[in-house]
Antibody, heavy 119, light 107 residues
Framework: QVQLVQSGAEVKKPGASVKVSCKASGYTFTGYYMHWVRQAPGQGLEWMGWINPNSGATNYAQQFQGRVTMTRDTSINTAHMEMSRLRSDDTAVYYC????????????WGQGTLVTVSS | EIVLTQSPATLSLSPGERGTLSCRASQSVSNSLAWYQQKPGQAPRLLIYDASNRATGIPARFSGSGSGTDFTLTISSLEPEDFAVYYCQQRSNWSDTFGQGTKLEIK
């Protein structure tokens, strides 16, 4: 069965960076793009982008370009999302969700990682 | 970027009633639209894909319809566990977008 286990909650100061990890199991890690979606407290879902674990190619939503870096380590089936220059409005739960390149839906989700940005 | 607009923002109904949620796209997405349910403290759960197909394990009281720019999620007879937030989602060439959500609350 597909399992996505994300790293634990983080508290960061404004201007700092955070790196969230997502360890996948139960499917072929390199066969599915890994997407990241975030959700601010009490707000809706916001798509951030994806990484192709096979090639390392990435595609970021425009609003995150220059601040987000998605990487992967295929030896341990883990994807990472790093965000720099954190602001208070980056406080959110960050989810990972795999999807095949031709797919249109998110069938499986990680449990989410709360990132709190506060001085 | 395709914008998805959901209405209403909040829907207050009683168990047993019929719930109708709407999602409108700023341009045609053909039938490539999905619906998710999210409960507090949980990740979203896929309900409907390709506008009208129920995902695995989703009860038959959930149905989706529409194509192009106008879509509807219908819950035929609300159960207590159906009160949650619902999101629509679409994938275009290089990006995904979600609607802002409809909160279905108990009246």
């Amino acid at each position: 069965q597909v399992q996505l286990v994300q790293s634990g909650a983080e508290v960061k100061k404004p201007g700092a960076s955070v790196k969230v990890s997502c360890k996948a199991s139960g499917y072929t890690f390199t066969g599915y793009y890994m997407h990241w979606v975030r959700q601010a407290p009490g707000q809706g879902l916001e798509w951030m982008g994806w990484i192709n674990p096979n090639s390392g190619a990435t595609n970021y939503a425009q609003q995150f370009q220059g601040r987000v870096t998605m990487t992967r380590d295929t030896s341990i089936n883990t994807a990472h999302m790093e965000m720099s220059r954190l602001r208070s409005d980056d406080t959110a739960v960050y989810y990972c969700a795999p999807r095949q390149s031709w797919g249109t839906t998110f069938d499986y989700w990680g449990q989410g990682t709360l990132v709190t940005v506060s001085s | 970027e395709i914008v998805l607009t959901q209405s209403p923002a909040t829907l207050s109904l009683s168990p047993g009633e019929r719930g109708t949620l709407s999602c409108r796209a700023s341009q045609s997405v053909s039938n490539s639209l999905a619906w998710y349910q999210q409960k507090p403290g949980q990740a979203p759960r896929l309900l409907i894909y390709d506008a009208s197909n129920r995902a695995t394990g989703i009860p038959a009281r959930f149905s989706g319809s529409g194509s192009g720019t106008d879509f509807t999620l219908t819950i035929s007879s609300l159960e207590p566990e159906d009160f949650a937030v619902y999101y629509c989602q679409q994938r275009s060439n290089w990006s995904d977008t979600f609607g802002q959500g409809t909160k279905l609350e108990i009246k």
